[in-house]
């Protein structure tokens, strides 16, 4: 059985900073990273890395994000600086394992930069 468990977020002043956590455990994951979600918006890619260590940035982030792996802990953290009021919503964790990929996904953590 596969777990996809999100630790972090919360409530920041535009200009400040949070890190996202996800723990994963059940397969061997090929890469993880995060989405988002804001009301009324489709969810999209924010941040990704492989189990070999490339990432991936949605271009919105690049350069205020890092994304992170342990791929011995099957951990993923995302470090998120100069956050903005756009930066708003939902994260959830994806960790993608097998070929072709299955997708799992964390319960979701919010993420509120007050402007």
């Known amino acids: 059985q596969v777990h996809v468990v999100e630790s972090g977020g919360g409530l920041v002043q535009a200009g400040g900073s949070l890190r996202l956590s996800c723990a994963a455990a059940?397969?061997?994951?090929?890469?993880m990273g995060w989405y988002r979600q804001a009301p009324g918006k489709q969810r999209e890619l924010v941040a990704a890395?492989?189990?070999?260590?490339?990432?991936n940035y949605a271009d919105s982030v690049k350069g205020r994000f890092t994304i992170s792996r342990d791929n011995a802990k099957n951990t993923v953290s995302l470090q998120m600086n100069s956050l903005k009021a756009e930066d708003t919503a939902v994260y959830y964790c994806?960790?993608?394992?097998?070929?072709?990929?299955?997708?799992?996904w964390g319960q979701g953590t919010q993420v509120t930069v007050s402007s």
């Open positions: 890395i492989t189990s070999g260590g490339r990432t």
């Open positions: 994806n960790a993608k394992a097998g070929w072709p990929y299955n997708d799992y």
């Open positions: 059940g397969r061997i994951f090929v890469a």
